[in-house]
């Protein structure tokens, strides 16, 4: 049987307390042998380093914690974060790749972190204006039916990126399953600003807030075919 961490009932749970529990599926009691690999691939030098500095910004992020007994009091931003750890990381150059429905937001970002000291790389995702044809949308496809409409281009975003050099990247509301190419394509690490929900204000944890109240329809065993969806549509 595959772990589901998420559905682990335990109260003292075995990765977070020196002698915590776990199921008999839990990855830190059976998975020795990956754990053992993993581990080993922070001893390179680079990977260590981004490690301790990740947990280090993770920690600023609180105050008060040498308080006892301690109450998490969170003080910074993702804002903040971004900007702090890329200073902790001696990071110069900043790469963003964003959704062009969020134009007026990656203006901002590339504003503020340019008053940081940043030099910003920002691609949009329309970048070359190439028709959705060309990778097989029909027309009774596209958002707006009967006009030109821009494929999204999340590799040229990522290729635009390795070969500006960048030092760290940003992904901005790109669409779902766009976003998963950038990554695969990208050859830097990368972090999330915010992902794309057309229908949340770019907050998707909204719906799992509400899957009790507004959204209960998600919790459905019979939700509706998504060809029946796209046929409403």
Do not use: W
């Amino acid at each position: 049987m595959g772990c589901n961490c998420a559905k682990c009932a335990v109260a003292e749970k075995i990765c977070r307390l020196e002698k915590g529990k776990g199921p008999s599926s839990c990855p830190t009691k059976k998975e020795g042998p990956t754990l053992t690999e993993a581990l080993e691939r922070y001893d390179d030098p680079e990977i260590k380093e981004f490690a301790r500095a990740a947990s280090v910004q993770e920690g600023s992020c609180y105050t008060c914690r040498d308080a006892k007994p301690f109450v998490m009091i969170p003080t910074k931003s993702r804002m903040e974060e971004l900007i702090e750890f890329s200073q902790r990381m001696g990071y110069k150059r900043l790469g963003m790749a964003f959704c062009g429905g969020l134009t007026h937001e990656a203006s901002i970002l590339s504003e503020i972190l340019e008053k940081h000291g940043f030099e910003v790389i920002a691609v949009s995702c329309k970048v070359g204006g190439i028709p959705k044809e060309r990778i097989g949308i029909k027309d009774e496809e596209k958002i707006r039916i009967g006009e030109f409409e821009p494929m999204c281009n999340p590799i040229a975003q990522a290729k635009i990126l390795n070969k500006a050099g960048t030092d760290f990247n940003i992904m901005l509301g790109l669409c779902l399953g766009h976003d998963s190419l950038f990554l695969k394509f990208v050859d830097g690490l990368t972090t999330v600003f915010a992902v794309k929900d057309r229908v949340t204000g770019h907050n998707p944890m909204a719906a799992l807030y509400t899957s009790r109240s507004y959204y209960q329809r998600l919790m459905k065993m019979e939700f509706g075919s998504q060809e029946e969806e796209d046929k409403g549509n």
